[in-house]
């Protein structure tokens, strides 16, 4: 069951380097100084970005965690 951790530790990392990304999309888009709407709208694609981002790492935990049962 090694593969197994290591394909979850893989997608967490994926997951974990999505929220960066997201991270950062929020700061450029704070530092640009958009009008209200342009900002929000930018801070939906972080969410949804971020949420993804999330939502890969933790199945990637998962997996990590169910390949330590399984071994």
Do not use: P, Y
């Amino acid at each position: 069951m090694d593969w197994l951790i290591i394909i979850g530790a893989i997608v967490s990392i994926i997951g974990l380097v999505g929220l960066v990304a997201s991270a950062l999309l929020v700061m450029r888009a704070r530092k640009a100084g958009l009008e209200e709407d342009a900002l929000k709208a930018r801070m939906q694609k972080a969410l949804v970005l971020n949420m993804g981002a999330l939502a890969l790492s933790t199945l990637g935990l998962m997996v990590v965690v169910l390949g330590i049962f399984l071994a």
